[in-house]
């Protein structure tokens, strides 16, 4: 997960959290801007107006930044200004890893699915087993969920995934989200699926154990 999709997450973590206290919480928050500043969410309850800042991570320069703010909001009547990080939220953790003999049922089923010629839900699924795979090898950068082109670019950027390969999973990747956001009309060919079957078997040898008798690349 990005860090933009992270801090999105802890939003909307934070807009419950405002409204299962009375408040009522405002998206659209450039009618709050203060200068160059405009708030991530701002939650009102009766005169109270909070001003609501998620950061990813804190620092000195960052911790200044957000004290100037916090005097200068609160300077007015009835304002206040939290700032949360994103250490600090106990926000979801994401998808359980998977065991390598569940992503292997997964494949079975895709290939199975391909003998009656099901080939959208089985292009679909063998994305699900991809992002399993890639879970299970790097647990820490790829905990919550993932978009497609970060999925692709985190294996990449760690030497799991290079030169073509990355380019052709970028293609598959767009005709996944357009199948995802309502593309019925996308095109998927019995290819498109193999390619996408080697790539999880080729994450997948990174998690599991050499053979006896093998030595280590």
């Not at 405009?38 to 950061?55: G, H, M, Q």
């Not at 620092?59 to 009547?77: A, V």
């Not at 998808?95 to 089923?109: G, W």
Request: proline letters at 6%.
């Amino acid at each position: 997960m990005s860090v933009q999709e992270e801090e999105r997450a802890a939003v909307e973590y934070l807009s419950s959290s405002f409204q299962a206290e009375g408040y009522d919480v405002i998206f659209s928050t450039s009618n709050f801007r203060l200068g160059g500043y405009i708030p991530d969410l701002v939650a009102k309850k009766n005169d109270e107006i909070v001003f609501v800042e998620v950061k990813h991570r804190k620092t000195p320069t960052i911790e200044k930044r957000m004290e100037e703010l916090r005097k200068e909001i609160e300077s007015k009547p009835h304002q206040k200004f939290q700032v949360y990080y994103l250490a600090d939220l106990p926000l979801p953790k994401g998808p359980k890893i998977q065991a390598n003999n569940e992503i292997d049922k997964l494949v079975s089923a895709i290939s199975t699915a391909l003998e009656s010629k099901a080939f959208v839900p089985a292009f679909l699924a063998s994305w699900a087993a991809f992002e399993a795979a890639g879970r299970r090898v790097f647990k820490n950068r790829l905990a919550r969920p993932q978009s497609p082109a970060r999925l692709i670019s985190v294996l990449a950027e760690e030497g799991v995934l290079f030169g073509a390969k990355v380019e052709v999973l970028r293609g598959l990747a767009a005709k996944r989200n357009s199948l995802i956001h309502g593309g019925l009309d996308t095109e998927v060919s019995l290819h498109d699926i193999q390619t996408m079957i080697e790539a999880v078997k080729e994450v997948q040898r990174y998690s599991l154990p050499p053979e006896r008798g093998s030595q280590p690349a």
